[in-house]
């Protein structure tokens, strides 16, 4: 009966019905134990056997939200820091209605502009998540200072700065665009 397959961990009712199932053999999935609910588009895959990543769950929690900030900051290896809880945007008028008791996510309520800048998606397998590429993390990151910590901060940028790939251009113009440019300076003169 179940024709989902073990390599997708979430799947949208959309993605069922583009597969050929009605309402009704997704519920009869749901009743039989191969799906379980998430929120109102989407449900956990109870037959994946991939590896587990909290990404993907705050990806189908949060549908519209971008992984930001400490998160991100991990997932680049800027930072040893491990956060208590995946960190993720959202525009603010939008909604949250459900989130789940583990893995734990933190939402983030940014403003149109800052949500719409840098955007990356990531494949995994079947699965995939928003992130934001790591000269916007940075940006987010000073900008956000007071709420991640200045040492974490400090780090973060350190750590950039070390990388041989970085972008010094496209992190002043996401500075530029997102006004911030004046501290992302202080913190570059600081630390160059």
């Given at each position: 009966?179940?024709?989902?397959?073990?390599?997708?961990?979430?799947?949208?009712?959309?993605?069922?019905?583009?597969?050929?199932?009605?309402?009704?053999?997704?519920?009869?999935?749901?009743?039989?134990?191969?799906?379980?609910?998430?929120?109102?588009s989407t449900f956990e895959n109870?037959?994946?056997?991939?590896?587990?990543?909290?990404?993907?769950?705050?990806?189908?929690?949060?549908?519209?939200?971008?992984?930001?900030?400490?998160?991100?900051?991990?997932?680049?290896?800027?930072?040893?820091?491990?956060?208590?809880?995946?960190?993720?945007?959202?525009?603010?008028?939008?909604?949250?209605?459900?989130?789940?008791?583990?893995?734990?996510?933190?939402i983030y309520y940014f403003d149109?502009?800052?949500?719409?800048?840098?955007?990356?998606?990531?494949?995994?397998?079947?699965?995939?998540?928003?992130?934001?590429?790591?000269?916007?993390?940075?940006?987010?990151?000073?900008?956000?200072?007071?709420?991640?910590?200045?040492?974490?901060?400090?780090?973060?940028?350190?750590?950039?700065?070390?990388?041989?790939?970085?972008?010094?251009?496209?992190?002043?113009?996401?500075?530029?665009?997102?006004?911030?440019?004046?501290?992302?300076?202080?913190?570059?003169?600081?630390?160059?």
């Amino acid at each position: 009966m179940n024709t989902i397959g073990e390599t997708k961990k979430f799947i949208t009712i959309s993605e069922l019905k583009e597969m050929g199932y009605s309402y009704y053999k997704i519920g009869q999935l749901e009743d039989c134990g191969f799906l379980s609910r998430v929120n109102r588009s989407t449900f956990e895959n109870l037959s994946y056997s991939g590896d587990e990543n909290d990404f993907f769950s705050a990806e189908a929690y949060v549908p519209d939200g971008v992984i930001c900030l400490l998160s991100a900051a991990r997932y680049y290896e800027l930072t040893n820091y491990l956060p208590d809880a995946v960190d993720v945007a959202i525009e603010r008028k939008k909604k949250v209605v459900t989130l789940p008791d583990w893995p734990s996510i933190k939402i983030y309520y940014f403003d149109p502009v800052r949500m719409d800048i840098g955007i990356r998606e990531i494949h995994d397998g079947d699965n995939r998540f928003h992130i934001f590429d790591i000269e916007k993390t940075v940006v987010d990151i000073i900008y956000y200072r007071n709420k991640v910590g200045i040492e974490e901060t400090s780090e973060i940028l350190k750590n950039y700065l070390k990388r041989n790939n970085r972008n010094i251009d496209k992190l002043y113009s996401y500075a530029k665009q997102l006004r911030s440019e004046k501290i992302v300076r202080t913190y570059l003169e600081v630390l160059i």
